[in-house]
């Protein structure tokens, strides 16, 4: 069990957004914001290099600055703030970089005017630097963070960054986009730590056993059903296959599939075993098929 | 409620960007063609540019490293290109808080060595 729980924290650290990589998770929600934004292929990858990019110029503040353990003197803010000018400078003397400039540069610029370095307003702000501010904040409080190194869930992340919204810092409609695209991602990981929450139930007490235990099984499984409305064939998919690569028994992954199948528009009581095994042999395939392009790579 | 500017970032999440943004300039540029040094703006010896070129490389080395950037014949002028690009603003901006904050340190030490 100890083995499955310190896999089960992989799968989940996998999808949650506190990974040593951050500007990785910026570049991979700017593309999903890019996506919904109905950017073409040309702005979108333009918003992922940007997203990536952008903090370059940390690379010139000193050390022992940057990764100071303690609150910093005006002085060591003030250095600090600089990143975005070295970004900037770093950029502009590049021909290619040359674009991701002005990113580097005005990604802390604020919309009321109280960001930095040079205090722009909102007209002054290009969309594209609005968005990639934004992204900025969410991913800066929900990492881990000094001094407790933890994370704040995405519920507190929207609550502080509608905040931003309230004092004319960040933009509404971009940040409203951040929020949705991460939403999305945090229900996926949310449906695979409920229906993990069954199946660990299921192996720990042997359901049918003991009444007691039968009754809270039922009390699981409601929940589940109560707070996850049924989100489709392919998710349920996705899911299994994930809970396969952590080697969970196909009884384990059946019985959680059963317990959340009856919402299924049209679907009889009875057919569940019918859909969660052919789900199942769905995930198995798909897994299989990812095998094989691995091996092409 | 914690507003986004009381969040302090992790090494981990400083670092993990520093990568990210490495990379993808690797990715993206070439860095062969090293700017000529520009003449300062303000009074600088030769010699505390030559410490100050180097105080910046090693800054660039030390955060580079922490960031687990992979080392390469590319990165090697990636870093020269940036020493460079970053001690030209520093001697065209006197005022700079980073030039400052090192010519401190230089001129310290040239002062315990006599």
Redesign the interface.
């Known amino acids: 069990m100890d083995r499955l729980n310190s896999e089960v924290k992989k799968e989940i650290n996998s999808l949650d957004f506190t990974t040593k990589e951050h500007s990785k998770r910026c570049a991979e929600i700017a593309d999903k914001v890019a996506s919904y934004l109905g950017y073409d292929e040309k702005d979108r990858s333009f918003l992922v290099n940007a997203a990536a990019i952008h903090d370059v110029g940390k690379r010139f503040i000193p050390e022992e600055i940057l990764n100071k353990d303690g609150p910093l003197t005006e002085n060591e803010r003030v250095i600090i703030n600089k990143h975005t000018v070295y970004g900037y400078i770093f950029c502009i003397k590049n021909e290619v970089l040359r674009e991701y400039a002005d990113v580097a540069r005005h990604h802390h610029e604020r919309l009321n005017g109280t960001g930095y370095p040079d205090k722009l307003t909102a007209e002054q702000i290009p969309e594209k630097i609005r968005i990639i501010s934004a992204i900025d904040v969410y991913e800066a409080v929900t990492s881990p963070h000094r001094p407790y190194r933890d994370s704040v869930s995405h519920k507190e992340a929207v609550e502080i960054l509608k905040s931003n919204v309230e004092r004319c810092e960040l933009e509404q409609k971009v940040t409203d986009v951040v929020i949705k695209v991460n939403g999305i991602e945090l229900e996926r990981k949310e449906r695979i730590e409920k229906i993990l929450s069954v199946g660990q139930y299921n192996d720990k007490f042997k359901i049918g056993k003991d009444p007691n235990v039968n009754e809270e099984y039922k009390r699981q499984a409601n929940l589940i059903l109560k707070k996850g409305e049924w989100k489709g064939i392919s998710s349920d998919i996705e899911v299994s296959a994930n809970l396969l690569k952590m080697n969970y028994s196909k009884h384990q992954i059946i019985m959680a599939l059963k317990q959340n199948s009856p919402e299924i528009p049209g679907y009889e009581k009875g057919l569940q075993l019918n859909y969660a095994n052919a789900v199942l042999k769905e995930a198995s395939r798909n897994i299989s098929l990812s095998k094989g392009l691995d091996l092409r790579r | ?4 500017e009381d ?19 690797l990715k ?4 062969d063609d090293i ?1 000529p040094l520009v003449k300062p703006t303000f009074s600088i010896s030769e010699e505390e540019i030559k410490l100050l070129e180097e105080k ?1 490389r090693q ?2 080395i ?3 490293n ?1 960031a687990g950037v992979e080392k390469s014949e590319k990165y090697n002028s990636f870093l020269e290109w ?1 020493v460079r ?2 001690v030209n ?1 520093m001697l065209e901006n006197e005022d ?3 030039l400052q ?2 010519l401190k340190e230089i001129r310290k030490r040239e002062d315990k060595d006599g």
Do not use: C, Q, W
Request: charged share 25%; hydrophobic share 35%; proline share 7%.
């Open positions: 409620m914690k507003r986004s969040f302090v970032e992790s090494p981990e999440y400083t670092y993990g960007k520093i990568k990210s943004a490495v990379e993808t300039a993206l540029a070439n860095f700017p910046v800054t660039l030390k955060n580079d922490a940036s690009i970053g603003y700079d808080p980073i904050y090192y």
